[in-house]
């Protein structure tokens, strides 16, 4: 069975940094994309930043040299780095893994965490 579960959100003033993390298990790391999503409010999720099979990440021009991604294989880890916060960058975090490819469709993501919540106040 597969697991996603995220940790490290919270609510921070704008211009400080946090870093979330997802722990996933029963899948075979190195084979999927991983990513991160955000859900405003509202039904629709944003992919914010995402890591394919070959380590190389990409992100949403909103959020470009101010997030990090990164995963640590041994751990099967997925790590995202976010700094200088805005309030636009508030909402629930989703982590996801996509079998081999990426996309930004939400919609066809194989498995989901149940998110954490970041919240940036201004």
């Known amino acids: 069975q597969v697991h996603l579960v995220e940790s490290g959100g919270g609510s921070v003033q704008a211009g400080r940094s946090l870093r979330i993390s997802c722990v996933a298990s029963?899948?075979?790391?190195?084979?999927?994309?991983m990513a991160w999503f955000r859900q405003a409010p509202g039904p629709e999720r944003e992919r914010v930043a995402s890591?394919?099979?070959?380590?190389?990440?990409s992100y949403t021009d909103a959020v470009k040299g101010r997030f990090t991604l990164s995963k640590d294989g041994a751990k099967n880890t997925l790590y995202q780095q976010m700094r200088s916060l805005k309030p636009q960058d508030t909402g629930l975090y989703y982590c996801?893994?996509?079998?081999?490819?990426?996309?930004?469709?939400?919609?066809?993501?194989?498995?989901w965490g149940q998110g954490t919540q970041v919240t940036v106040s201004s």
């Open positions: 029963g899948i075979t790391y190195r084979h999927y994309c």
């Open positions: 996801a893994a996509r079998f081999r490819w990426c996309t930004s469709n939400w919609r066809v993501w194989d498995y």
């Open positions: 890591i394919a099979t070959n380590n190389v990440a």
